[in-house]
T-cell receptor, first 118, second 114 residues
Framework: AQKVTQAQTEISVVEKEDVTLDCVYE???????LFWYKQPPSGELVFLIR??????QNEISGRYSWNFQKSTSSFNFTITASQVVDSAVYFC???????????????FGKGTKLTVNP | DGGITQSPKYLFRKEGQNVTLSCEQN?????MYWYRQDPGQGLRLIYY???????QKGDIAEGYSVSREKKESFPLTVTSAQKNPTAFYLC?????????????FGPGTRLTVT
């Protein structure tokens, strides 16, 4: 079965520090997608990134960057120069096919709660 | 604007009562899903529906029921058989864009049962 592990339950940093959130996954599929979501206190899930298993290029979007390493089954997320507004719970997720209907579900890690202090 | 609507945002019920959570989407997506989130936990799949009039159990379906009579609606009923119903419930829908299934999430309903 698919599994996503986010070993860091909570992280606390001071504003402007860099912080890396770890994500390790297990899958038997050769093709899959990995995701990161942000969940602010309001509860809604905010999509951050999707990565195809065939694309191991690192990606940077502003202060956010992602490091995908298939050899270690990891998909880590780094926030550079963190800000108070980055405080949230961050989830890593892995796609899993659902039966023959063709759709997919997401398998989530337990999340990492990030607190950025001023 | 297209999106997923869940109402209400907060719901309170007495133990032993059934309660139905609403999920509506106007994205014309075929597939819809219900996830449950407990404190300190990731989301877990309750039920999913890939097409109208069809639905399947997810990983934690016991104590829940759903219906899919219309493409845009996928209500979830939390029955009295659900032993720990207090949780945050998220509805999602997805569409195949030629490469993968893009999942869209609603704002969630926080259910408290006392």
């Amino acid at each position: 079965a698919q599994k996503v592990t986010q070993a860091q339950t909570e992280i606390s940093v001071v504003e402007k520090e860099d912080v890396t959130l770890d994500c390790v996954y297990e899958t038997r599929d050769t093709t899959y997608y990995l995701f990161w979501y942000k969940q602010p206190p309001s509860g809604e899930l905010v999509f951050l990134i999707r990565r195809n298993s065939f694309d191991e290029q690192n990606e940077i979007s502003g202060r956010y960057s992602w490091n995908f390493q298939k050899s270690t089954s990891s998909f880590n997320f780094t926030i550079t120069a963190s800000q108070v507004v980055d405080s949230a719970v961050y989830f890593c997720a892995l796609s899993e096919a659902l039966g023959q209907g063709g759709s997919e579900k997401l398998v989530f890690g337990k999340g990492t709660k990030l607190t950025v202090n001023p | 604007d297209g999106g997923i609507t869940q109402s209400p945002k907060y719901l309170f019920r007495k133990e032993g009562q059934n309660v139905t959570l609403s999920c509506e989407q106007n994205l014309n997506h075929d597939a819809m899903y219900w996830y449950r989130q407990d404190p300190g936990q990731g989301l877990r799949l309750i039920y999913y529906s890939q097409i109208v009039n069809d639905f399947q159990k997810g990983d934690i379906a016991e104590g829940y029921s759903v219906s899919r009579e219309k493409k845009e609606s996928f209500p979830l009923t939390v029955t009295s058989a659900q032993k720990n119903p207090t949780a945050f419930y998220l509805c999602a829908s997805s569409v195949w864009d030629g490469r993968f299934y893009e999942q869209y999430f609603g704002p969630g309903t926080r259910l408290t049962v006392t």
